[in-house]
């Protein structure tokens, strides 16, 4: 990763242009063409150092519910579980742990209804009970970004 690549990173984390060809505005800001642009972002897509480019939304202000719950989930089920909680569209992060909980992921969902139905199918589909769920009562990270 070269310093080009670095300010293709920084202008993708913080200010991706709303524009028709954005690609070729990233392309004009760090002085090498579009084709490069893009050939560069692949690349760093390949080699996992990018993983999405997408927007972030602030769930709350568009009127969802969010949660973040950890559950203890015995080894012969991990795999089971960790497949059920993927598959709904609102978890946006699932991680293992050392610990006693040894599962940990985030939920976003319309409302609390939902957000509880989904948590009760969860239990229901993989047999493990103890999940805790934990909504954020303040915020106090809002965003991450890394300056390259």
Avoid at 39 to 57: C, D, M, N, T, Y
Avoid at 91 to 98: A, E, F, M, P, S
């Amino acid at each position: 990763m070269d310093g080009i690549d670095k300010k293709i990173l920084n202008i993708i984390q913080k200010e991706f242009p709303v524009a028709a060809e954005p690609f070729k505005v990233i392309a004009e800001r760090v002085g090498i063409t579009e084709d490069e642009v893009l050939e560069r972002i692949s690349k760093l897509k390949q080699e996992g150092i990018i993983r999405r480019i997408g927007a972030v939304f602030d769930s709350r202000k568009m009127g969802f519910v969010s949660t973040l719950c950890t559950a203890r989930v015995p080894e012969e089920k991990l795999k089971a579980f960790v497949e059920a909680v993927n598959s709904y569209a609102g978890v946006t992060h699932n991680y293992r742990r050392n610990h006693e909980y040894n599962v940990w992921f985030t939920f976003i969902a319309p409302d609390e209804e939902t957000l509880e139905k989904f948590l009760a199918e969860i239990r229901d589909r993989t047999g493990v009970i103890d999940i805790i769920s934990m909504p954020a009562v303040r915020t106090f990270k809002i965003d991450a970004s890394f300056e390259l």
